[in-house]
Structure formats: structure tokens, C-alpha cells
């Protein structure tokens, strides 16, 4: 979503017409509201099952179809959206589509055949990319998704959690490409001797000894830069926290982190540890802070890749 406003507001800015849509999800409003943004609401989330997971779709594409079918867009940009890029498609709508989970193949099987331009970190080998029989026009750029709301980002909140501030992100186990059952639980409850430890669960919100468990939304970005170490599997809080400066260890579950590799070789603080060696880690980065400023301003945000597509095909039309 965060991704979805910071592309939105910038073609605002230049003068065009923008509809941003999400679907109905633990996370999407609450961001949505949080940055000030009233996107449609089309379809839900339901990842109770393969079957559940199919018929929110299907529903999601024949309200997407209903709501665009009289008037489509002169272009789709999503996320790899399946349903919105399914329609898109359909539609005849040009589609632009941003990608930054390589282990994602159900939905990148599903979406990134259709699209017309894939807007792609320089990380991301682009062979990975032509393994779903990609036709596209493959655009890259050199930074990650993240630059797009983090360049030039003012923690609009400030926490009240005493330090040291540890913040542990579990895995998102409803996920399609999530095949193995995991949980960060038992390392964050081993971290809470080391500070006190936020845990962002991903579904529940129900307390939990030793941990604080937020029942209401928490700005990540913002409570991330304000922590002192941030611990996950790799995801965007991981990324939101070392484009910052604080100390990010990734938990070696995932495979395929080019994303993360990348920020590693650039000299982000980003960490990589086996589960048993996450506590040992943590103690050695607890306290550290890097200055990271300038190697953030050094990278392309990709929403500049987007503006620059738009110019030059809208131009050619005009």
C-alpha cells in the first residue's frame, strides 16, 4: 500500500487522474488511512485455503471488470497484483508492474507474462525474471522498492517504548509462497532479555507474556528508524529499517533475498543468521546505528522509472 501512495501522490503531482485501489486486508486500510489516502475498496483477502484464496480472486477480477469495464485506464501499475493485472489484461489496459519477491512464483507465474513493463531492482538477476516467460520490457533500476517512501522520510509519529528497542516481524505464514511452517516467537521471547521487543504479528493481536503485542496499527516505517534492532525474514520492515541506519538480521528462511544481498554489498546494516544464532547477533548489534544517509541519496527511487514510462508513452499518444 505504502508502495501504491507514493506512486499515487507523484502522479497527482503532475496532473494526472489517479484511482487507487486495495483490497480488504488486515494491513492495507489502516496504512491507507494512517498516510491520508481514501482508496476504493475492491474484494477482500482470504487466505484460508487454496480454495478460499481462488474464489476471492475470481470474485476481486469481476468487481475489478465491473468497476473499470465502461471506462478502463490508460494504464494499470500495481504491485503484481494478480486480479487487477488479470483484468488489465482483459481490458486491454497497458500494465506496468513492480516485483521485488523472486520466491513469489504462484503469483509471478500469474502476472508478470502480462504485463507489459516490469519495473525491477538492478538486484534481481533479470533470468530470473525471463523463467516465467516474460515478454515485457524489463526496466531497471539501481535501489530497491523501499527508496520510494523512505527517500526524504520524516517519522511522522514517535513511539513511547522504553530502550533498548528490539521490533521482530514474523513470517507472513498465510503467504502462497510460505510452503514451510515458521514462527519468530520463540526468538523474540529469548530477545526480550536483551530490550524490550514490539512483536508484529500478522494476524493475531492477542497479548503475549514478555512481549508487546501493538492491538492497534503502528507505523512501521516510522517505529523501525526509532528502534535499535529490527529482526525478520527479509521482507519491507527489513529494508524500511536499514535504508534508516538501524540494524536489520534477517532470519534465513526465504532463499533468493537479492534484494537484501544488494543492500548488504552497498554497506546497509543488514544481517544474515541462522535461527540459533539470531541471540548471540543481537547482542553484538544492539546499541549500533549506521549513517546511512548518504548511501539512501546515492539510490534511484523507482517511482522516477514509473513517471519516466508514463511521459514517454502518454507523449507518443498526444
Same mark, same amino acid.
Given at each position: 500500500m505504502r508502495y501504491g501512495v507514493a506512486i499515487a501522490k507523484r502522479l497527482r503531482d503532475r496532473g494526472?487522474?489517479?484511482? @487507487?485501489?486495495? =483490497?480488504?486486508?488486515p494491513d492495507t486500510l489502516q496504512v491507507a488511512n494512517f498516510l /491520508?489516502? /481514501? +482508496?476504493?475498496?475492491?474484494?477482500?483477502?482470504? +487466505?484460508?485455503s487454496l480454495a478460499s484464496r481462488l474464489k476471492a480472486g475470481l470474485?476481486?477480477?469481476l468487481l475489478f471488470c465491473k468497476f473499470f469495464e465502461k471506462?478502463?485506464?490508460?494504464?494499470?501499475?500495481?504491485h503484481s497484483s494478480v486480479d487487477q493485472i488479470r483484468v488489465a489484461f482483459g481490458l486491454?489496459? +497497458?500494465i506496468i508492474a513492480t516485483v521485488d519477491t523472486v520466491y513469489a512464483e504462484a503469483v509471478n507465474k500469474l502476472t508478470l507474462p502480462l504485463a507489459d513493463y516490469i519495473v525491477v531492482s538492478n538486484a534481481i538477476p533479470k533470468m530470473n525474471l525471463k523463467a516465467y516467460n516474460v515478454k515485457s520490457k524489463i526496466v531497471g533500476f539501481n535501489g530497491v522498492d523501499e527508496v520510494a517512501w523512505i527517500k526524504n522520510f520524516t517519522p511522522p509519529v514517535e513511539y513511547a517504548f522504553k530502550k533498548p528497542l528490539i521490533v521482530v516481524r514474523d513470517v507472513e505464514e498465510k503467504a502462497a509462497y510460505t510452503e514451510q511452517k515458521f514462527s519468530l516467537l520463540s526468538i523474540a521471547k529469548k530477545l526480550s532479555n536483551l530490550g524490550n521487543v514490539v512483536y508484529l504479528s500478522r494476524y493475531r493481536r492477542k497479548a503475549i507474556k514478555g512481549l508487546i503485542v501493538p492491538t492497534q496499527f503502528v507505523d512501521s516505517a516510522s517505529l523501525v528508524v526509532q528502534a535499535d534492532l529490527f529482526v525478520g525474514v527479509g521482507g519491507t520492515i527489513t529494508r524500511e529499517a536499514a535504508l534508516q541506519g538501524t540494524p536489520a538480521i534477517i532470519v534465513d528462511f526465504y532463499q533468493k533475498q537479492y534484494v537484501n544481498d544488494y543492500l548488504m554489498r552497498k554497506g546497509f546494516p543488514i544481517f544474515k543468521s541462522a535461527p540459533t544464532e539470531v541471540y548471540d547477533l543481537a547482542k553484538d548489534l544492539l546499541g549500533k546505528k549506521w549513517n546511512v544517509g548518504d548511501k @539512501? =541519496?546515492?539510490l534511484e527511487n523507482p517511482v522516477d522509472i514509473i513517471e519516466h514510462i508514463l511521459t514517454q508513452k502518454i507523449g507518443k499518444h498526444t
Amino acid at each position: 500500500m505504502r508502495y501504491g501512495v507514493a506512486i499515487a501522490k507523484r502522479l497527482r503531482d503532475r496532473g494526472h487522474e489517479v484511482i @487507487l485501489t486495495t =483490497r480488504r486486508h488486515p494491513d492495507t486500510l489502516q496504512v491507507a488511512n494512517f498516510l /491520508n489516502e /481514501n +482508496p476504493v475498496v475492491i474484494g477482500k483477502y482470504d +487466505p484460508k485455503s487454496l480454495a478460499s484464496r481462488l474464489k476471492a480472486g475470481l470474485h476481486r477480477q469481476l468487481l475489478f471488470c465491473k468497476f473499470f469495464e465502461k471506462k478502463p485506464p490508460d494504464f494499470a501499475i500495481s504491485h503484481s497484483s494478480v486480479d487487477q493485472i488479470r483484468v488489465a489484461f482483459g481490458l486491454g489496459t +497497458p500494465i506496468i508492474a513492480t516485483v521485488d519477491t523472486v520466491y513469489a512464483e504462484a503469483v509471478n507465474k500469474l502476472t508478470l507474462p502480462l504485463a507489459d513493463y516490469i519495473v525491477v531492482s538492478n538486484a534481481i538477476p533479470k533470468m530470473n525474471l525471463k523463467a516465467y516467460n516474460v515478454k515485457s520490457k524489463i526496466v531497471g533500476f539501481n535501489g530497491v522498492d523501499e527508496v520510494a517512501w523512505i527517500k526524504n522520510f520524516t517519522p511522522p509519529v514517535e513511539y513511547a517504548f522504553k530502550k533498548p528497542l528490539i521490533v521482530v516481524r514474523d513470517v507472513e505464514e498465510k503467504a502462497a509462497y510460505t510452503e514451510q511452517k515458521f514462527s519468530l516467537l520463540s526468538i523474540a521471547k529469548k530477545l526480550s532479555n536483551l530490550g524490550n521487543v514490539v512483536y508484529l504479528s500478522r494476524y493475531r493481536r492477542k497479548a503475549i507474556k514478555g512481549l508487546i503485542v501493538p492491538t492497534q496499527f503502528v507505523d512501521s516505517a516510522s517505529l523501525v528508524v526509532q528502534a535499535d534492532l529490527f529482526v525478520g525474514v527479509g521482507g519491507t520492515i527489513t529494508r524500511e529499517a536499514a535504508l534508516q541506519g538501524t540494524p536489520a538480521i534477517i532470519v534465513d528462511f526465504y532463499q533468493k533475498q537479492y534484494v537484501n544481498d544488494y543492500l548488504m554489498r552497498k554497506g546497509f546494516p543488514i544481517f544474515k543468521s541462522a535461527p540459533t544464532e539470531v541471540y548471540d547477533l543481537a547482542k553484538d548489534l544492539l546499541g549500533k546505528k549506521w549513517n546511512v544517509g548518504d548511501k @539512501l =541519496r546515492e539510490l534511484e527511487n523507482p517511482v522516477d522509472i514509473i513517471e519516466h514510462i508514463l511521459t514517454q508513452k502518454i507523449g507518443k499518444h498526444t
